[in-house]
Structure formats: structure tokens, C-alpha cells
């Protein structure tokens, strides 16, 4: 029997980077598939540039796999349009394979509620992007159903952590900082928000593809208890020896700037997670997984800072 095959779709965002890395040290056959080709994967990781929007694409990235992750996000702004076809091509690729397929989904897909996040939160999202995330959330369940393939669903807030650059942290927040400016964070500081570390991500998300009862579930990842916006860009500021400097944006300044940068307007749709505390229940995850321990805040916010200044075109 030859050994089984992880797939990382999307391999050249954040989460899909992170994952291989994680797969690589649980010594896990890996192929990283992106758009581009990409050079200097970690031991045990094979390379391959292929476009996943296709059908054709998806069955040969997909190929030969035991396992496929779906980390492909396309640009904020055009979920609508492209998020669908993907998935569909993405399914696809993994039924052709016979492997099993993990979503690393976020919570979109929820309705606005007070109190934390958890799989029991009643599925109406109440944003554009939300409804996006819950047809492709339902139609890869549905598959599951019907033993078309096994799919398991892992989600999470906001992230940041090394690679994490298509994040709020990590193309507003971490750059603003080691550039001394002024942070301008979506919303309120003084609530709590959920954030969720890149590495701490990709390990729950592994094990999501190595378990077997995780097959036609869906689970909220572990994350360290939630502290304010403020809290945190003060522990950058500090881990940077820079100047903690911060101001929370309004939503119609945010709508005012929408009107020539798209990724502003697109937080206008889920203002409500940024408006209230925004805050998460992982414990089902604990309960089905054991015991798991997340990366320390200090040591999670000092590794992101030190990555960031080591690629300083992700500041500029």
C-alpha cells in the first residue's frame, strides 16, 4: 500500500503554507499546489502550479490523493462570482482522487449573536460574503451526505501569524505598527476579538484530515481566549519596540473609503463582527480531540512580528 497523499490547495496563501508546513513535520507525504510554481519546499513536499478554478485542473492537482485541503480563497471582493465554480471544480478534483476533503472555512456563515461563536449557532448569515460561505459550506456537506466523498469543515476568526499577509492583521495592522504609524482598526478596540493564529490553524486542520471522526462535521478551531483589539496591537507595538499607536475606524468613514479601495468596502458587510465582542466556543473540538494546547499569545505575536520584518515587501 503506498503511503498517503495530503494536498494543500492554495498552498501560497497563508492557511494553505501553513498547513504544508504543518503536514511536513508530521512527516506526511505533501503536495503543494498553487497557481504559480513555487521552489525551496520543506523535506517530503513535492511542488506543483496548476489553476483549481477548472475541473481539468482540480483532477490533476487532486490526483493520487488521500487527502485534499481546500485553502483557495479568490480576492475578497469576488466571492460571489468565483467562490461557487471553484468549489465545484474543487469537489470535482477530490471525488476524482477518492480522497477526503477538508474546508478551511471562517464564521461568515453565522448570524450575529451575543455571546461566542460555536457550531450551534444558527447558520443565517446576514452578510453577502456569509451567504457565499454557507452554500459552499452546505453543498460540500451535502456531497458528504450522499458518499459522494468525506468532507470535515474546520473554521476560524480573523487570522495572523507568519505568511498571514490576506488578513485585516496582516495587510493593515502588522505593517502599520512596524511602520510607527497609526493602526486604523475596522470598529471598536475595547470589545473582545476572537483571532485565531496561523500555525495553531493548519495543526487543527491536519488533524481534521488524519481523523476519521471527523468525517460530516463541522468544528469551530482552538484558539487562545480572546483579548481587544487594543490588547493586541499593543502586544505587537511591544514586541516591535515600536510606538502603540491606534484609532477605531467608524463604519460610514469605512463606507467612505470603500468608494475607491474594494477591500474597504467589503468590511462594511460584516461590520457586526467588529462592532460587538466577537468571541468563539472551541470546545467541541477539544472534547471530540483531546487535550490541545495553542501557541502562547507573546510567543504567536513575537514569531509574526519577526516574519513580517524578515519580508519587508509585505509592509510596503
Request: with cysteine.
Amino acid at each position: 500500500m503506498s503511503t498517503p497523499l495530503h494536498v494543500v490547495l492554495g498552498a501560497g496563501g497563508g492557511i494553505g503554507s501553513s498547513v504544508v508546513q504543518e503536514l511536513a513535520r508530521r512527516g506526511h507525504r505533501t503536495r503543494a499546489v498553487r497557481r504559480r510554481p513555487a521552489f525551496g519546499q520543506p523535506a517530503g513536499v513535492t511542488a506543483l502550479a496548476a489553476d483549481v478554478s477548472t475541473a481539468e485542473g482540480a483532477r490533476a492537482a487532486c490526483a493520487d490523493a488521500t487527502v485534499v485541503y481546500h485553502c483557495v480563497q479568490p480576492p475578497y471582493h469576488r466571492w460571489p462570482q468565483e467562490f461557487p465554480p471553484l468549489t465545484e471544480a474543487v469537489i470535482e478534483g477530490a471525488t476524482a482522487a477518492g480522497a477526503k476533503l477538508v474546508l478551511a472555512d471562517n464564521l461568515y456563515l453565522y448570524e450575529p449573536v451575543d455571546g461566542p461563536v460555536s457550531e450551534q449557532t444558527p447558520r443565517r448569515p446576514t452578510s453577502r460574503k456569509g451567504a457565499v460561505r454557507k452554500a459552499m459550506a452546505d453543498r460540500l456537506l451535502r456531497a458528504h451526505s450522499t458518499g459522494r466523498l468525506k468532507v470535515t469543515i474546520g473554521q476560524a476568526s480573523d487570522y495572523y501569524g507568519p505568511g498571514g499577509t490576506h488578513s485585516v492583521i496582516g495587510t493593515a495592522v502588522v505593517p502599520a505598527v512596524l511602520r510607527g504609524r497609526t493602526v486604523n482598526w475596522p470598529g471598536r478596540l475595547d470589545v473582545p476579538h476572537a483571532l485565531h493564529y496561523l500555525p495553531d490553524i493548519a495543526a487543527a486542520l491536519v488533524t481534521l484530515g488524519e481523523r476519521d471522526d471527523s468525517d460530516g462535521r463541522t468544528f469551530v478551531l482552538p484558539a487562545a481566549p480572546a483579548v481587544t483589539p487594543r490588547h493586541f496591537i499593543e502586544q505587537l507595538a511591544t514586541a516591535a519596540g515600536r510606538p502603540a499607536r491606534m484609532r477605531g475606524v467608524t463604519k460610514p468613514l469605512m463606507r467612505l473609503a470603500g468608494l475607491a479601495d474594494p477591500a474597504a468596502r467589503e468590511m462594511v458587510d460584516i461590520w457586526y463582527q467588529f462592532s460587538r465582542p466577537w468571541t468563539v466556543d472551541d470546545s467541541l473540538y477539544r472534547r471530540t480531540f483531546g487535550p490541545v494546547e495553542t501557541t502562547a499569545p507573546d510567543d504567536a505575536v513575537t514569531a509574526t512580528v519577526a516574519w513580517h520584518r524578515a519580508h519587508p515587501a509585505t509592509t510596503d
